[in-house]
């Protein structure tokens, strides 16, 4: 799966671009310790609240990431919230 993070410290991190291949499906929370995993730098970060996630284009809400399922070759791609009033 490609997972494509756009400008955040996380990008800083773990790069702007990797590729994780997975076998079967996964939740997002699965996905995201599997990036500690592999980069133990981006645990304080992955789990920052201001990060919004999309898959295959279509934006995931917060409450649904314990539950969506995601696969091999779906385009994930993780961004910073955006705030303003």
């Known amino acids: 799966m490609r997972i ?6 996380l990008a800083e991190i773990i790069g702007k671009e990797i590729e994780i291949n997975i ?3 996964i939740t997002l929370d699965e996905l995201k310790s599997i990036i500690v ?3 133990p730098r981006a645990k304080d970060e992955i ?6 996630f999309s898959i295959n284009g279509e934006l995931v809400k917060r409450d649904e990431m314990k539950n969506v399922k995601i696969k091999d070759r779906d385009l ?3 961004f910073p919230s955006i705030a303003g009033g």
């Open 76 to 78: 994930i791609i993780i």
């Open 4 to 9: 494509r993070v756009l400008s955040s410290n």
């Open 47 to 52: 789990n920052d609240i201001f990060y919004n």
């Open 23 to 25: 076998e079967g499906e």
């Open 37 to 39: 995993e592999k980069f």
